[in-house]
């Protein structure tokens, strides 16, 4: 069983930054692939980026590219999503979710984070 929580979204002016953070109850967070997805009102939960169990190996949306790092540091049981230049389209709930990269990549997991909600105004 995993227990995800979220945390450091926030609202931020066009431009700035956040960095999310994915908290995991689990001993065995290092056997995981992690990723984000974020949900913007009214609209589908999208794939942000994912990062193998391993950490170096990483993907993002296109529309991400450049602008976000997802990082992960096992001994913490913790996932990161640094967030750059953030751009109003960037406004939605973000989920942290845990599981094998084939159903992460397809929106598929057992395991989700409760969500932290960022706010990009213009």
């Known amino acids: 069983q995993v227990q995800l929580v979220e945390s450091g979204g926030g609202l931020v002016q066009a431009g700035g930054s956040l960095r999310l953070s994915c908290a995991a109850t689990?001993?065995?967070?290092?056997?995981?692939?992690m990723a984000w997805f974020r949900q913007a009102p009214g609209k589908e939960r999208d794939l942000v980026a994912t990062?193998?169990?391993?950490?170096?190996?990483?993907n993002y949306a296109d529309s991400v590219k450049g602008r976000f790092t997802i990082s992960r540091d096992n001994a913490k049981n913790t996932v990161y999503l640094q967030m750059n230049n953030l751009k109003p389209e960037d406004t939605a709930v973000y989920y942290c979710?845990?599981?094998?990269?084939?159903?992460?990549?397809?929106?598929?997991?057992?395991?989700w984070g409760q969500g932290t909600q960022v706010t990009v105004s213009s």
């Open positions: 979710a845990a599981g094998g990269i084939v159903g992460l990549r397809r929106g598929v997991s057992n395991y």
């Open positions: 689990t001993r065995s967070f290092s056997t995981y692939d």
């Open positions: 990062i193998r169990w391993s950490g170096p190996i990483t």
